[in-house]
């Protein structure tokens, strides 16, 4: 199992990047995604799951209304579309993937990418 995501950067506040994931070694059908977050001196912060299903959900307080996610099958990626970012959304984000069933706890997902830094500044 891969998971290589891409899309950040140094941003500038109220910017909206989209942070890509692409998987390799899993299949959509089978397994759940997560996006999930680690911010400078905290701990992981799970954002929001795609189901295998099709169907996904932000929960993440801080990031309602701000972020969405979405999914290609053909191109085996998973994005995070984020919007009106704060310098406090400023971390390493992640995707991560398991199978059975999606979870708020990082620590359940077997699969991790190494993270791509979104900077706000």
């Known amino acids: 199992v891969q998971l290589v995501e891409s899309g950040g950067g140094l941003v500038q506040p109220g910017e909206s990047p989209r942070l890509s994931c692409v998987a390799s070694g899993i299949t959509f059908s089978r397994h759940d995604m997560s996006w999930v977050r680690r911010a400078p001196g905290k701990e992981r912060e799970g954002l929001g799951d795609?189901?295998?299903?099709?169907?996904?959900?932000i929960y993440a307080d801080s990031l309602k209304g701000r972020v969405s996610i979405s999914r290609d099958k053909a191109k085996k990626t998973v994005y995070l579309q984020m919007s009106s970012l704060k310098p406090d959304d400023t971390a390493m984000y992640y995707c991560?993937?398991?199978?059975?069933?999606?979870?708020?706890?990082?620590?359940?997902?077997?699969?991790w990418g190494q993270g791509t830094q979104v900077t706000v500044s």
């Open positions: 991560a993937a398991r199978v059975g069933g999606c979870s708020r706890d990082p620590s359940a997902y077997a699969y």
């Open positions: 795609m189901h295998r299903g099709g169907g996904s959900q």
